[in-house]
């Protein structure tokens, strides 16, 4: 017993008729021989940890262009308003144009109601816009800082999904970064501690991932203050060769 | 078309001999031929879940597990998917994590601006026929199954079950999500009416165990909650303090 399905006519909201089209030209050019050229996408290891005084929040730098490394040194903890920021995963300008577009209207909200802007405010505005996109802006996000009800960390998916959790990873070196956390995550860290675990867990995603490399950078938001360290470990220089300790190869 | 993770932990129950091409296609992103971004990034999160909702003479008992999937790989091992949608009224999410969580968001601003219009708290009838419109409407687009249940004064405790594609049902018992198959023959064999609170979150919590054990899109904990004119109770019961079934 099928339903019927009648075409509607479209009243308002986004048109997503040119996606079907993308699909068969993709198909039909790789007929042929030829590839659709390749958005640049941040591979990525990104995470975020709450500390007992606010969050830490870390990133690599790799930012790739199918298998060639597009840009070794690219910074993917955005600016959202003062005592917020947010790493990027994903598709690299839609991580940075959702980034700036959120962080523009919420300037406006900020001035509107006279107060610091919360940490949930910036969930919504993300995950409200990334599902009317259904999915085909490919940010995946983490989204932490501090405001009047304390330090607040999320993760929001493509899709428009978010969790709040006291730690989330997100991005193709995600599985390594968390299985750094699951095993050494505290509740109530002190800040050194905190930064230590973060950048362990993105090395972990460098060192492990082949989406995700060179340096970490590291953002600490606490109530009265922003430390954007960057880079906080340049975990691969350029002409140094990786060695473990007592075995290298030559 | 890059694999559709949202459909086989789902149930199709309602659906009768549906095409399968009627199944969102807006669930899909681009494909890119990238190997170093691996399958699960891009797939859509998931609450493969198990839910569940009883009823009692002076309220309702509801759980849920707290798995939600992207994939194979478990994005949140700790979710709660017993959603606030007033004050004495809850629903358990299942299916796409982003679809439910924007209809329940939905939801419960119709509902906050509706009972303020009634200076009333609202009916558990009202906020389940909310949740019917948006599913039905959308139904091409969504994949969301959800049991809307909770205390008011008119009809004391309700469960109403609102599965893919918008039906609406009042059931005193009601189970929903990917590991629901598990448990209908322990339902159906161990719920009698007329149960209490507490022998109402006891076979909540057994139920949601079996079906936890056998889901692979269900795991982590259990997470209850009991719903009457008193107030919210919400309890957590941890992997090890699960009841357990299996002898080997």
């Given amino acids: 017993m099928a339903t019927l399905t009648a075409v509607r006519p479209a009243f308002g909201g986004f048109s997503f008729d040119n996606c079907k089209r993308n699909a068969v030209l993709e198909i039909e050019a790789s007929k042929v021989g030829c590839s659709v050229p390749a958005a640049r996408k941040t591979g990525t290891t990104i995470c975020g940890v709450v500390f007992k005084d606010g969050v830490v929040l870390g990133a690599d730098t790799r930012a790739t262009e199918g298998m060639i490394v597009a840009d070794k040194n690219c910074s993917k903890i955005h600016y959202i308003s003062p005592n917020i920021y947010c790493c990027g995963a994903g598709t690299a300008a839609d991580t940075e144009m959702t980034t700036q577009l959120i962080s523009s209207n919420l300037e406006l909200h900020s001035l509107s109601t006279g107060r610091l802007p919360r940490v949930a405010t910036a969930n919504r505005m993300l995950k409200q816009m990334l599902f009317r996109y259904q999915g085909y802006i490919g940010a995946a996000l983490v989204l932490g800082g501090v405001d009047c009800n304390g330090p607040h960390l999320y993760s929001i998916y493509p899709h428009g999904s978010t969790d709040k959790l006291p730690y989330v990873t997100m991005g193709s070196g995600s599985l390594a970064a968390m299985a750094v956390f699951e095993d050494r995550y505290k509740p109530d860290m002190e800040e050194d501690a905190a930064k230590q675990l973060v950048r362990d867990a993105i090395a972990a995603g460098i060192f492990n991932d082949l989406g995700s490399g060179s340096n970490i950078d590291l953002c600490v938001i606490t109530k009265n203050k922003v430390n954007y360290i960057r880079p906080h470990d340049e975990a691969n220089k350029k002409g140094v060769r990786f060695c473990l300790p007592n075995s290298c190869s030559a | ?248």
Avoid at chain 2, 158 to 176: A, C, D, E, K, N
């Fill in chain 2, 1 to 248: 078309m890059r694999g559709q993770p949202l459909l086989s932990p789902v149930i199709h129950r309602e659906k009768m001999a549906a095409a399968p091409v009627m199944m969102p296609y807006f669930g899909q992103q681009i494909s890119s031929k990238s190997d170093l971004v691996p399958d699960w990034t891009r797939q859509e999160v998931s609450t493969g879940t198990t839910i569940m909702a009883v009823e009692y003479d002076g309220g309702v008992v509801i759980g849920a597990d707290s798995r939600t999937t992207t994939g194979a790989y478990i994005a949140n091992r700790v979710t709660d998917k017993l959603t606030r949608i007033h004050d004495k009224i809850y629903c358990c999410r299942s299916g796409s994590a982003a679809d439910t969580q924007a209809i329940a968001e939905v939801v419960a601003y119709q509902l906050g601006f509706h009972s303020i219009e009634l200076d009333e708290p609202p009916l558990v009838e009202t906020a389940a026929n909310l949740f019917r419109a948006s599913c039905y409407r959308y139904r091409e687009e969504l994949t969301a199954g959800i049991l809307v249940a909770g205390w008011d004064k008119r009809k004391g405790g309700q469960v109403y079950s609102v599965p893919i594609g918008g039906m609406l049902v009042r059931q005193p018992v009601s189970v929903g999500g990917s590991g629901s198959t598990y448990i209908y023959g322990f339902m159906d064999a161990n719920y009698k009416p007329g149960m209490n609170k507490e022998q109402c979150m006891e076979i909540t919590a057994a139920a949601l165990s079996l079906a936890m054990e056998r889901d692979g899109s269900s795991g982590g904990v259990v997470r209850l909650a009991s719903i009457s004119e008193e107030g919210v109770e919400r309890r957590v019961i941890l992997g090890n303090q699960l009841p357990k079934f299996s002898t080997h």
